[in-house]
């Protein structure tokens, strides 16, 4: 990989590509979650959305935190406040402002979630995240580590992320397991930028090739997950970057034929339904079980990840110009440099 090629690269603002990327895996994320939990509190056997859940696990977080690598070498130009800024602060306004609505709403419908709280959740959220929200907390570590380091040789710290990536590290504190096992994946997205640039723009060059290949990629993840050796690290990886470029190829291509506009859209707005997507997913899931109307798990679950994904995106337009818009964007107060707050849209 190349730091000076990745560095150097210049990248837009927006891209269509990967707006549909971070579409898609947010609503992956929320299918996986509303899907567990719809299987646990039914004690349902085999549901369909449980295999999509395991067929995806090996590329659906690595994906996610190869897209937010992707603009690391911008920031890296930016002085210490602007990156505090844009990277820390960021991070942890939303991160502590969505843990207290999610204690709340936890304490509020104790008995129905699948994750009691206590006062330990609370006092170590700095340092041990827990529920959705740990994704957050991962990019503003990944990103202040990356800072650091940044003078470090490319091949020396990509080096020592793929060792903590196969290093059996289990040590039972969250931030310090995912830190091991996902931060290979951002220096991927930061020092492979103009590879993953190149691969989309291949792809829309030459259809046939990238579906043939996207197609194939898939069918190794699916094998390796079939034959249970995906956890192992070289077919982790292998099936981490295959499952990543599959997906980008293939979503690249639509996204240059126009297709699949509305995953851009939700992409776009991927923060507000990452923050909130829990709550409108939750009352439905238990709604559905509680009434009974539907006895299907797959449906229930089908269900309870449309109205988690569509909800928050309804929700931050009604109150976009009230002053609830907190919730959804960080105000100019919560800045190191005062400023006019702005729809949080932008790309990681």
Known sequence: MSQTISQ???????IDWIDYVKGLTIILVAQMHITLGTQEALGAGHMWLVDLVEFARPFRVPLFFMVAGLFVSR???WDLTKFADAKFVHFAYFYFLWSAIQIAMKLAFAGYG????DMTDILL????PFSTLWFIHALAIFFMVTRVLKNLPPVLL???AAILYAAPIHTGWGAVDEFASRYIFFLAGYFGATQFFNLAEAARNNALRAVAGSLSAFAMVYFFVEADIVTKPL?????AFGGAAATIALLSLAADRGQLKWLAYVGQRSLYVYLAFFLP???????LIKTGFIENADMIALIATVVAVVTPLIGFKLIEKTPL???FVRPAFFHLEQQEAKPALGNA
């Open 8 to 14: 150097n690269a210049t990248v837009p603002s927006r």
């Open 75 to 77: 920031s890296m130009k």
């Open 114 to 117: 699948n994750h009691a709280i």
């Open 125 to 128: 959220l700095p340092i041990e």
């Open 158 to 160: 990509v080096g020592a």
């Open 235 to 239: 077919f982790g990886l292998l099936a």
């Open 281 to 287: 997913g939750a009352v439905m899931r238990i709604g």
């Open 325 to 327: 818009a907190f919730v």
